[in-house]
């Protein structure tokens, strides 16, 4: 969405809603993104104070219809409660899904919370965390969110954004068969073909694959095999550098270790976040990582991204 509010179109909105590690700090808010895609917004994780956090950041949450954690420690889920109780405050009626590790196991432990009942369904969904392949847990009709297990202190995955390849039309070679722009390019994208002068034009003859957007999200976990599938090639990759160094006994990322990665994987950028407080000066973490990656930038809380298929 545009600051006019209005949807655009064939873009991916990210807004970092919370780039700390477990405790927050004045500048930084446990973990939290916000993605939308066209008109479906979703969240990556909901650390505590994230709702005040989407309001700072003028992102409507009430359009929230999916929340996936990545795992259950509390500065990645301890904003449901307050997010969904504010939601059914303000009468919201359709279903919100949340998926996780053993979502529904913690999805009805919140639930029995308290006194309030929500007025509209809350539908857990359980994502697998053993095993070392992407599998997708959700799927609309232009994209797919995939998971993969990651390696942290309990059951946690990471997720990935894959917007959905599309054909499209080259004009120029269109043109040879007496095709311009207008809306037979439009029924030739949606039908696979077309008749032109009584001839037939197929989107094989005059077209070519473009590809989506990708994007992965770590969450919290030590370098891993897994990282690798869950980052190869995408657009933009999202790690947990909560450390400068390696720290193998935190079980957690670390910048170099980030850095390596995404110059492994070939990732478009990449975005160290998930910070911990211990560091109040974040340049010498995004010095170390441009070393070894130069296409990388540092998140901060309420910084806001577009990816668009031209940008690649
Ligand atoms: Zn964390």
Redesign the pocket.
Known sequence: MNEQGQIVRDMLEIVFLGTG??IPSKRRN??SIWLQYEDDAFLWDCGEGTQRQLMAARTSFMKINRIFITHW?A??WAGLIGLMQTMNMEGRKKALHIYGPEAERFVGDLLDLDYWGPRFRVVPHNVPFEGSELMPVYESKRFTILSIPVEHTVPSVGYAFHEHDVWNVDIQKAGKFGLHQGPLVGKLKRDGKVRVGGKLVTLKQVGYIKPGIRVAYTG?TEPCKNLEKLCQGVDLAIHDATFLEERADRMHGDVKAAARLAKKCGVGELILT?FSRRYTEIKPLRDEALKIFNRTRVAEDFMRIRLKKSNR
Do not use: E, I, L, V
């Open positions: 590690s477990g446990p973990a420690h500065d990645h919290d998930h």
